[in-house]
């Protein structure tokens, strides 16, 4: 059998759409999210379905290590849980942006730091943490979402130069605009619909699976090569 590989934030978009990627080229998978149900109706095969809550790092810690026992040891992590609540950050509900750096930056910091102890040992492994465009730019109402993404593209880098002599490979996927829930958790219903109106004026945003695609590329290489950056986004989107 092929080798573990590990999604969080698999219940739904990118995260569902990789599962299914990796399954259907003979990976055993573990998922990760909150919302067991919308995992177990991918209905794939050799998976292992976790309820957990990224911030929660001893919950992430047995959750691999009993994926590990069954499937052998993780060789991919996908560090894909995400939530983005846009808005101004004067008027911003400060739970909302609590919410996204604890999600957004110390849940990809815990799956980074879980997943490295096992591939230290097993001597290789992938990391890929999606982060955006908005982990470049800025963009109007984003900013707390802006800064939880800099620190993801920010990390990634410097944790790729950490365990580069380890022959661990880390990498960030950095999209434009994808058709997924992830705007639905945006508590202005003004900004929601401005938010749908610009996806209409460009033409429509990128479809998970060319995120994906992505996240297979980086994966697909030889252990020896390190795709670091892969920034993508639908044509139409200028900025
Ligand atoms: P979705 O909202 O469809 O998926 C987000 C996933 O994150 C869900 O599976 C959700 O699962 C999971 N998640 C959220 N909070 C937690 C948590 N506390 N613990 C565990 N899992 C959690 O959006 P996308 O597929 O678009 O998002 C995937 C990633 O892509 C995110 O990091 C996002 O920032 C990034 N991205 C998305 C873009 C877009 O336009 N859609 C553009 C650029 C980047 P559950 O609720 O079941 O826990």
Same mark, same amino acid.
């Given at each position: 059998?092929k080798p573990?590989i590990?999604?969080?934030?698999? %219940?739904s978009g990118i995260?569902?759409?990789a599962a299914?990627?990796?399954s259907? %080229?003979?990976?055993p998978? +573990?998922? +990760?999210?909150? *919302?067991?149900d919308r995992?177990?109706s991918l209905?794939?095969?050799?998976?292992i379905?976790a309820?957990?809550?990224?911030?929660?790092r001893? !919950?992430?810690?047995d959750?691999?290590?009993?994926?590990e026992t069954q499937? /052998?040891?993780?060789?991919? +992590?996908v =560090?894909?849980a /995400?939530?983005?609540?846009?808005g101004?950050?004067a008027?911003?509900?400060?739970?909302?942006y609590?919410?996204m750096?604890?999600?957004?930056i110390?849940g990809?910091? =815990?799956g980074?730091?879980?997943a +490295?102890?096992s591939?230290?040992?097993a001597?290789? /492994?992938?990391?890929? =943490?999606?982060?955006s465009?908005a982990?470049?730019k !800025?963009?109007p109402?984003h900013?707390?979402?802006?800064?939880?993404?800099?620190a993801v593209?920010?990390?990634?880098? =410097?944790?790729?130069?950490?365990? !580069?002599?380890?022959n661990?490979?880390?990498?960030?996927v950095e999209?434009?605009?994808v058709?997924?829930?992830?705007?639905g958790?945006?508590? %202005?219903?003004?900004?929601?619909?401005g938010?749908e109106?610009?996806k209409?004026?460009?033409?429509?945003?990128l479809d !998970?699976?060319a995120?994906v695609r992505?996240?297979?590329?980086i994966y697909d290489?030889p252990?020896s090569?390190?795709? *670091?950056e892969?920034?993508?986004a639908?044509?139409?989107?200028e900025?």
């Open positions: 059998m573990l590990a999604i969080t934030g698999a %219940s995260g569902a759409a299914a990627s990796f259907e %080229s003979g990976h998978l +573990l998922l +990760l999210a909150r *919302r067991a995992m177990a209905g794939l095969p050799n998976t379905i309820e957990v809550d990224v911030r929660d001893a !919950a992430l810690q959750a691999v290590a009993d994926a499937y /052998g040891p993780l060789d991919c +992590l =560090n894909n /995400g939530l983005m609540q846009l101004e950050l008027s911003q509900d400060p739970v909302e609590e919410a750096v604890g999600v957004n110390l990809v910091l =815990n980074c730091s879980v +490295l102890a591939m230290a040992e001597g290789r /492994g992938t990391i890929i =943490n999606v982060s465009l982990g470049r !800025a963009y109402n900013v707390a979402y802006v800064g939880t993404k800099f593209t920010g990390l990634t880098e =410097n944790l790729r130069q950490e365990v !580069a002599g380890s661990i490979r880390v990498s960030v999209p434009g605009a058709e997924t829930e992830l705007l958790h945006t508590t %202005s219903s003004d900004l929601i619909s938010y109106q610009w209409d004026s460009i033409g429509g945003a !998970a699976d995120v992505a996240i297979r590329y290489q252990q090569v390190c795709i *670091r892969v920034v993508l639908s044509t139409g989107q900025g």
